[in-house]
Structure formats: C-alpha cells, structure tokens
C-alpha cells in the first residue's frame, strides 16, 4: 500500500507564505490605525467636582492625542436626568491639561465635554464636594 502525501519542502513553503500574508495584512491594518489615531485629538475629562458651596462645576479636561483640539461645548447631566449645554472655546494643544470651571445652582451627576465639531468624551462622573 503506497501513501501519498505532500512533501516536506511544499508545506514548509505553504506555511512560509501564509505567515507572510497574514504579516501584511496585519501591519497594513495597524499602520492605517495608527496614522488616524496620531494625527488626531483626543480629549479624556481627568477629574470632574462640584462645589456645591460656591455652585461651581470644575472640569480638568487634557489632549491626549497629537494635534490641537478645540472644545465647544460642555454638556452637564443633572439628578433629574435633565441636561444643560455650555458653550466654551477654549483650544487645547497636545498633552495640555486645563480645568474649565461652570458656574450651576443645579447639582450635575455627569459631564460631557464635546470637541473638534462631532466627538466627544465619556460621561464621567462628577464628584461632589461640600
């Protein structure tokens, strides 16, 4: 009984060029992410506090990605899951830290902070002091 099969070299040349093409593909896909995600902004909330005292929202907001990024507005969520829009325009260029502080009798649960025209932030929280 003769068994017949592919040889040692063949397979060893499939796989060869498997491994290459998935190496491309993987590399074709992380370069082009890469490129959007660098030449971008990208703004994260830090730290979100009301003073209920002085019934002032502070926001530390900061750019994380590597071009300037221009926030417009500021949307707060309030107990009564009603929200409020704050306009401000304030540019923040790459790894810039700034607080934008809101002046609010309503007590805020969470805020948004919307920039470069249609992105924005996850909720975060907003801790209340006082």
């Given amino acids: 009984m003769s068994v017949k099969g592919v040889s040692g070299i063949v397979a060893t040349s499939i796989l060869l060029a498997l491994t290459i093409a998935g190496g491309l593909l993987l590399y074709a896909y992380v370069s082009r992410y890469l490129a959007v995600s660098v030449q971008s902004s990208e703004v994260v909330i830090d730290n979100a ?3 209920s005292v002085l019934g002032r929202l502070d926001i530390a907001v ?8 221009n926030i417009t507005t500021v949307e707060v969520i309030l107990e009564n899951k009603s929200s409020l829009q704050f306009t401000v325009g304030i540019t923040l ?3 810039e830290t700034r607080t934008i502080s809101i002046n609010t009798a309503q007590r805020p649960v969470y805020v948004i902070v919307h920039f470069d025209n249609a992105r924005r932030t996850e909720p975060a929280v907003v ?4």
């Fill in 62 to 69: 900061r750019n994380i990605g590597m071009s300037n990024a």
């Fill in 127 to 130: 801790r209340v002091i006082g």
């Fill in 49 to 51: 506090y009301y003073l």
């Fill in 93 to 95: 260029s790459p790894g």
